[in-house]
């Protein structure tokens, strides 16, 4: 339960006297590559949306919308890290189920190019998968002015298709706008 009072570096909201999980996330990141935190007198701006605490995350930033539902960059406090929760617009039992398969098999994937599965499950009554998250665009959003960069996204996205149709998956919605790019 948040407390009354919001945290005094960003305005989040806080489940204790300490500053709120994106704070600590912070805090945590700076820690482990060796930087200073930054200091007190310069605190990030409030965060855009209005935070949205939904069993152990907190969605932070619509990402995008499709024809199965929605996906949120969302906090994990349990692990301190970002997720892209994936969320199914259909209540239909058989869509539900194909959602789940569909997590189960890609959690099955292990290559360097396809997001991994940290979990799958439902809040609120909404089913979830609880992916990586992938801090970038779109292939279609990226410039082309780059063509050997361009090229070598594409190539990668081609060497992960390849790895999933070897373990027996087609990915049934390819489009620039599914592949993302950092």
């Given amino acids: ?11 989040g909201p806080v489940e204790s006297d300490e500053a709120c999980p994106w704070c600590k996330t912070l805090a945590m ?11 007190a007198a310069t ?6 949306v209005s935070w949205k ?28 890290r ?19 398969r569909e997590a189960q098999t890609v959690a099955s994937l292990n290559h ?17 998968i609880a992916m990586s998250y992938v801090r970038g665009r779109t292939l279609s959003r990226l410039p082309r002015d780059d063509r050997k960069l361009f090229l070598r996204l594409v190539r990668d996205a081609a060497r992960a298709v390849e790895y999933a149709n070897r373990e027996g998956i087609i990915h049934r919605d390819l489009k620039p706008e599914n592949l993302m790019a950092t």
């Fill in 53 to 80: 605490r939904m069993g152990k995350y907190f969605l932070t930033e619509k990402l995008g919308q499709g024809g199965m539902g929605e996906v949120w960059k969302a906090l994990d406090t349990d692990l301190g």
């Fill in 1 to 11: 339960m948040a407390s009354e009072k919001p945290c005094a570096r960003c305005g």
């Fill in 82 to 100: 970002h997720v892209a929760l994936k969320f199914l617009k259909a209540s239909d039992a058989d869509e539900i189920a194909r959602f789940r």
């Fill in 43 to 48: 605190p990030p701006p409030a965060p855009a």
């Fill in 112 to 128: 360097p190019h396809i997001a991994s599965i940290f979990e799958v499950g439902e809040i609120e009554g909404r089913h979830f």
């Fill in 29 to 39: 990141d700076a820690k482990a590559v060796g930087a200073p935190p930054e200091p």
